[in-house]
């Protein structure tokens, strides 16, 4: 708001001059950018209209003023606030540049003309996303329109939470106890959505064992849709008996887990109508719902995609010393995209982008990724059950390009287990995917995550 507001500074002076020429209000603060003399004991009421650029030497009154009669002096009027008389059409005009939540907030508490815009234009198409920064004293986020780290006020018993996903409009995924107490919140209605701590394995046959339960640790989540809705999905990549685990609006006692089918997971996304599940050999496993009807128990079936090697691709054990490999996965543009972070101790990360292409037109299991050298119109945020790709025409402050990612490649099990603290280290980088050799900017620089990793909260 501050810099909407910077460039129109000149106009808020010239209309202040305006109401102190009108309504003779305030005209002590007018007087002294004109260089008039108020004398001691003169208010600002005062002084004639008439004598407003006359220049009076020290200790001399103006004998016309005030007047003789009394009952020439008319009342004034209260002086009307500068931003009531900024028409409607005007306030349209700035609301709409005003992407960020925290930013739309403050536009509506600056008076009830503002309030009520905010009001008829309350659902934007799209909303700058923020950096969640989690700590159990003092909550915040930072927005990526203005820069600016703000105060995020949460109550006490969400604050030391660990976070797990994120979804549009404002809903997380969390441990209120690091490994157990799960749940979806939204942090901007307040609504709490439980979510099991436990899973069952079903059997070859499809039936389930209901006195076998097995505890596990969530490390992300991802949903199909907005938690609170029926017939909402959620995929949560665990450590237990199996390493993934779905869920459906309704079930409060356990996770349906399914086979190891991957061996190690990199990351999740629901894209389409099922769950992407990428491997650390860029394969593709899809698992999708079995929907005979709405009562019946929820079944995955899984389609494996034996995605084509590409030329330079190395598995994990043949990787130089001191080099590590991160995979993302992100929809954008109806294609769906892995992300590759390339780094080594110390030295610069490197990004490449990949594209899924289907054998035969999508209708077989083979697969490709075709790489992409440019990023056009577009910019990515990418973090564990929260990766995103958003259009740079939407926005007007988000470079072309630009990768904004977590430091997240790992997660430390026996920090999740205890109450201990996170790694403090965990901030945020960004990558101009156009301009590889610039360097990587790294912020907020005095940030620090006590009891979770950050996270990306889409409004």
């Not at 106890?177 to 079903?202: F, K, T």
């Not at 938690?227 to 665990?238: F, I, K, N, R």
């Not at 997660?411 to 603290?421: C, W």
């Amino acid at each position: 708001m501050a810099r909407l507001f910077a460039t129109s500074g000149a106009t808020v002076m010239m209309a202040r001059r305006l109401v102190a020429l009108l309504v003779g209000g305030d005209s002590v603060a007018y007087a002294r950018e004109r260089r008039v003399a108020v004398l001691p004991g003169t208010t600002a009421s005062r002084l004639a209209p008439c004598k407003l650029g006359l220049r009076l030497q020290p200790n001399q009154r103006d004998a016309s003023w005030p007047p003789p009669n009394p009952a020439m002096r008319r009342a004034r009027e209260p002086c009307r606030p500068w931003s009531d008389g900024l028409p409607p059409e005007l306030l349209d005009i700035i609301l709409r540049y005003v992407t960020c939540l925290a930013d739309r907030v403050y536009f509506a508490a600056v008076c009830r003309a503002w309030h009520s815009v905010a009001e008829v234009y309350k659902a934007t198409p799209c909303q700058v996303p923020c950096l969640l920064l989690p700590s159990p004293v003092a909550p915040s986020f930072l927005s990526l329109y203005s820069g600016a780290t703000r105060r995020l006020y949460l109550p006490e018993s969400v604050r030391a939470a660990r976070l797990c996903g994120s979804h549009e409009g404002g809903w997380v995924a969390l441990a209120l106890d690091q490994w157990r107490g799960y749940a979806a919140l939204n942090l901007c209605s307040g609504a709490m959505v439980p979510l099991p701590d436990r899973l069952r394995i079903p059997s070859e046959h499809g039936w389930i064992n209901n006195t076998c339960e097995h505890h596990m640790v969530i490390r992300t989540v991802t949903f199909s849709g907005t938690p609170s809705t029926e017939g909402c999905l959620a995929a949560a990549h665990v450590s237990s008996a199996s390493n993934i685990a779905f869920w459906r609006t309704g079930m409060d006692r356990y996770w349906i887990a399914c086979r190891r089918d991957v061996d190690v997971i990199e990351d999740i996304i629901y894209y389409k109508e099922g769950f992407y599940v990428l491997s650390n050999t860029e394969d593709v496993m899809v698992y999708a719902p079995n929907v005979i009807n709405g009562n019946s128990p929820l079944m995955m079936s899984r389609t494996y995609y034996l995605v084509q090697k590409r030329a330079d691709y190395k598995p994990v054990s043949r990787l130089p010393k001191g080099v590590s490999l991160s995979r993302y996965l992100v929809e954008s543009r109806g294609k769906l995209l892995m992300i590759l972070r390339h780094f080594r101790n110390k030295q610069r990360r490197e990004f490449r982008i990949f594209e899924m292409n289907l054998a035969g037109g999508g209708g077989g299991s083979e697969a490709s990724w075709v790489e992409l050298h440019a990023l056009p119109g577009r910019v990515l945020l990418l973090g564990r059950g929260c990766s995103r790709a958003f259009e740079v025409s939407q926005f007007d402050t988000l470079p072309v390009g630009n990768i904004y990612y977590l430091n997240d490649t790992s997660f430390n099990l026996s920090l999740a287990s205890s109450n201990g603290s996170w790694n403090p280290r965990t901030n945020m980088s960004v990558y101009d995917f156009h301009k590889p050799r610039n360097k990587t900017r790294r912020y907020p620089r005095k940030s620090t995550s006590e009891c979770s990793a950050p996270i990306w909260l889409i409004p």
